[in-house]
């Protein structure tokens, strides 16, 4: 184990020499600033408070956060099988596990670089455009936190729904080598999810509650300790139990596929 | 010839759903030896060479390179090997600096001078800094050869090297290949179905068939034995009267005019006097030596792919 840095620092490499990636970062760093220019234009800066408007974008930002995680995700395996240098990467002195760890950390690190910006820039163009964030400010739709607990907190759960998504898409990535069936099936996932859900929560079977939709959007714990469904009370402790399993169980597949497989071709 | 081997597979099998791919494969190679593989399409060459990297898992049997187990001591058995799995294919959005780059950061013993020192002797210094995507196939193919001799390898594994090269590039390998070899001592293990061209590169030959060694010939240093028959063919005025006079002397034929027949090469000699003695005008006289080629086709059959 040498220096394992190293094999995180390549993927990093292959993820941000790519024009695509900047592509992505301009689109995250330019959309929460074109919203708030656009809201003052259309109805002046006193119209909305500076946290509710990073709020929203926040929202919107990190739905566009995960479809390009998926992406990144997706191809850092299938992508080298596409190419045909996962022959010249395997060859090397490092066992496929560590290989496939540095792909895995290196996509996360990704997501994690894009949520911290969108963080810094939602707050920054909100302040310079609606006046100064107060610390203090206490809405009625942050449950009694201060604004900024909450949106800690909010950032915090997101991510790990988000870690959800891209587990899997990494584990399609890695069963079929395929970064477009990864692509598109963790997507339609992520939109279909919030339908399933809907659907699901109708009925009172007690084996819903164990279904990955379910449990995917945890902000909606924030100040509501029983979740979202009234006739599925549960509480964020259960839901990240269950999450906890999911993550274990697609993790387990993506180890022993990519592991086993031998490089045909 | 005393040292120990390089590479050493002992009864490697590989199955495959119902069908056996590779069928008890064993061989050894030593330091400085070039050791061809030849086989028609489908007989298992590939399959073999990504055992021998790991790409691929053996059933049965096991590799080893110098003392280590590709299966049980991945690692320290590959740190050993240099290759290049059919066309080296680079990650093209980087430059070529950045694909030698990401493979030197996974071996520790590669320095930045090692580096400069392998772009120099593959000769891409004018071009690495450049997108591999605006490389000629020859250029990767030198960027394959650069990545795999990085961190001088005493084990150099090619499969298919001179597909798609053109003549001087062949040229080129192949004397990089025997230089290597000789100068320092490294083993090398190509694959390829173009068979004069193994004749050149190679000092063993195993041949390959259905997954299985059917044949481990050595190619330079064979000795040249005078009593071997080989087909001579006259050049003759009266190629019906030459026939009569050499009745009875190497089942003589007539094809296209010439005199086909078989003879050593003292024969030879006896024929064309009597030829000359007979009044018959000999214009030529040449020697077929069997090839290579002539060899495996015989062995493999002409039917039998896959």
Redesign the interface.
């Known amino acids: 184990m040498?220096?394992f840095w190293?094999?995180v620092?390549?993927e990093n490499?292959?993820i941000y020499?790519?024009?695509r990636t900047w592509i992505m970062l301009g689109i995250i760093v330019g959309l929460p600033i074109l919203i708030s220019l656009g809201v003052v234009a259309a109805s002046g800066s006193d119209s909305v408070s500076s946290w509710e408007m990073m709020l929203n974008e926040s929202m919107i930002s990190f739905i566009l956060i995960t479809i390009f995680t998926v992406v990144v995700a997706s191809e850092t395996v299938a992508g080298e099988f596409t190419?045909?240098?996962i022959?010249?990467l395997?060859?090397?002195?490092?066992?496929r596990s560590a290989i496939l760890l540095s792909k895995y950390l290196s996509t996360l690190l990704f997501a994690l670089l894009f949520a911290v910006v969108t963080f810094i820039v939602t707050m920054l163009i909100n302040m310079a455009v609606f006046g100064s964030m107060d610390q203090s400010e206490i809405l009625s739709r942050f449950f009694g936190l201060s604004a900024i607990e909450y949106m800690l907190q909010y950032y915090l759960l997101q991510f790990l729904g988000l870690v959800i998504i891209v587990t899997f898409g990494f584990m399609m990535s890695s069963a079929f080598r395929s970064s477009g069936l990864a692509i598109g099936i963790s997507i339609s996932l992520l939109f279909m999810g919030s339908i399933i859900t809907g659907l699901f929560s109708m009925t009172d079977k007690a084996w819903v509650e164990y279904i990955l939709f379910m449990h995917l959007d945890l902000t909606t714990y924030i100040g509501n300790k029983e979740g979202p469904f009234i006739n599925h009370p549960m509480s964020l402790g259960f839901s990240l139990a269950v999450l906890a399993g999911y993550f274990i169980l697609f993790n387990l597949i993506s180890w022993t596929v990519f592991r086993?497989r031998?490089?045909?071709a | 010839m005393s040292q120990a081997p390089v590479v050493r597979l002992q009864n490697v099998t590989k199955v495959i759903g119902k069908r056996t791919i590779i069928d008890g494969v064993s061989f050894e190679v030593r330091p400085g030896e070039v050791f061809g593989f030849l086989g028609p399409n489908g007989s298992g060459k590939t399959t073999t060479i990504r055992m021998i990297v790991g790409l691929m898992g053996m059933t049965a049997g096991d590799i080893h390179i110098g003392e280590h187990s590709v299966r049980s001591d991945f690692p320290k058995a590959i740190v050993q090997v240099g290759a290049i799995v059919e066309n080296p294919e680079m990650y093209k959005f980087l430059t070529g600096y950045q694909n030698l780059m990401h493979y030197a950061r996974m071996n520790p013993s590669i320095t930045k001078e090692r580096i400069q020192e392998v772009v120099e002797l593959v000769g891409l210094q004018g071009r690495i800094h450049d997108k591999v995507k605006k490389y000629s196939l020859g250029m990767r193919q030198r960027l394959g050869v650069a990545q795999a001799v990085m961190h001088k390898p005493k084990l150099l594994v090619l499969d298919e090297p001179t597909n798609g090269l053109d003549p001087a590039g062949i040229r080129e390998l192949r004397d990089y290949l025997r230089r290597l070899a000789q100068d320092e001592g490294t083993a090398v293990v190509v694959s390829s179905h173009l068979l004069s061209e193994m004749e050149l590169m190679c000092d063993r030959v195993a041949i390959l068939q259905n997954g299985k060694i059917i044949d481990v010939r050595s190619i330079r240093g064979q000795d040249n034995d005078v009593k071997t028959l080989e087909e001579v063919s006259f050049d003759v005025d009266h190629p019906d009267a030459a026939l009569g006079i050499l009745e009875g002397l190497g089942n003589g034929k007539i094809v296209d005019g010439l005199l086909n027949l078989s003879s050593d090469r003292a024969g030879v000699a006896a024929l064309n006097r009597r030829l000359v003695e007979a009044g018959i005008n000999v214009y030529g006289i040449r020697v077929k030596t069997k090839s290579l080629e002539d060899q495996f086709l015989e062995m493999t059959g002409s039917e039998t792919i896959g």
């Open positions: 040498a220096n190293k094999l620092q390549n490499m292959k020499r790519r024009v190419w045909g240098t022959k010249l395997l060859i090397r002195p490092w066992s086993k031998d490089i045909a």
